[in-house]
């Protein structure tokens, strides 16, 4: 990648613009989607009512908003960052193993789990939490084996290794 702005001097959102603009469109993609999903889950249990956000919970899961904050976080850093990832973290192989630790966690549970809730909502089990923490999470692991994404990032890690 041809980098027109200096690592050293420009600030961490012009590095986010730059590298988001030249990100590929599936990472683009899934990172709209990060914030898409963290903002509506902080809205429903913030600022709705408890008995909407207690009603969703069993619908998404319990901590599915971990996966989508990690996510944006590291797609984030090794954009922008410069010192906080080790260049040789910067891969798309570093969120898949991500994405891949929380769909193995999250089949375990779903298939570990003998039907008990406890009258707790935060561990009722529904098959539309298939769609949320299986599903979903394996639809962006293939997304994130793309070429492209692969290439970006490859071409990422030599930028900041120049510095």
């Not at 613009?17 to 914030?35: G, T």
């Not at 956000?53 to 908003?65: D, F, H, R, T, Y």
């Not at 192989?93 to 406890?118: A, H, Q, R, S």
């Not at 561990?123 to 994404?149: A, C, D, H, Y």
């Given at each position: 990648?041809?980098?027109?702005i200096?690592?050293?001097?420009?600030?961490?959102?012009q590095?986010?613009?730059?590298y988001?603009?030249?990100?590929?469109?599936?990472?683009?993609v899934?990172?709209?989607?990060s914030?898409?999903?963290?903002?509506?889950?902080?809205?429903?249990?913030?600022?709705?009512?408890?008995i909407?956000?207690?009603?969703?919970?069993p619908?998404?899961?319990?901590?599915?908003?971990?996966?989508?904050?990690?996510?944006?976080?590291?797609?984030?850093?090794?954009?922008?960052?410069?010192?906080?990832l080790?260049?040789?973290?910067?891969?798309n192989?570093?969120?898949?193993?991500?994405l891949?630790?929380?769909?193995?966690?999250?089949?375990?549970?779903?298939?570990?789990?003998?039907?008990e809730?406890?009258?707790?909502p935060?561990?009722?089990?529904?098959?539309?939490?298939?769609?949320?923490?299986?599903?979903?999470?394996?639809?962006?692991?293939?997304?994130?084996?793309?070429?492209?994404?692969?290439?970006?990032?490859?071409?990422?890690?030599?930028d900041?290794?120049?510095?």
């Amino acid at each position: 990648m041809t980098n027109p702005i200096d690592l050293n001097y420009s600030t961490y959102w012009q590095r986010l613009r730059y590298y988001f603009s030249i990100a590929p469109v599936e990472l683009k993609v899934f990172f709209v989607f990060s914030i898409i999903a963290v903002l509506t889950y902080f809205i429903a249990i913030f600022f709705l009512s408890s008995i909407i956000g207690e009603s969703i919970k069993p619908l998404v899961g319990n901590g599915i908003i971990n996966l989508y904050l990690l996510a944006i976080g590291f797609i984030a850093e090794s954009m922008a960052g410069k010192s906080f990832l080790h260049p040789n973290l910067r891969s798309n192989y570093t969120l898949i193993i991500f994405l891949l630790i929380y769909t193995t966690f999250k089949i375990y549970d779903f298939v570990t789990w003998n039907g008990e809730d406890f009258g707790n909502p935060s561990i009722i089990n529904n098959e539309w939490q298939l769609v949320w923490t299986i599903l979903i999470p394996g639809f962006w692991i293939l997304v994130m084996l793309s070429p492209r994404i692969k290439k970006y990032y490859h071409n990422l890690r030599l930028d900041y290794e120049k510095l």
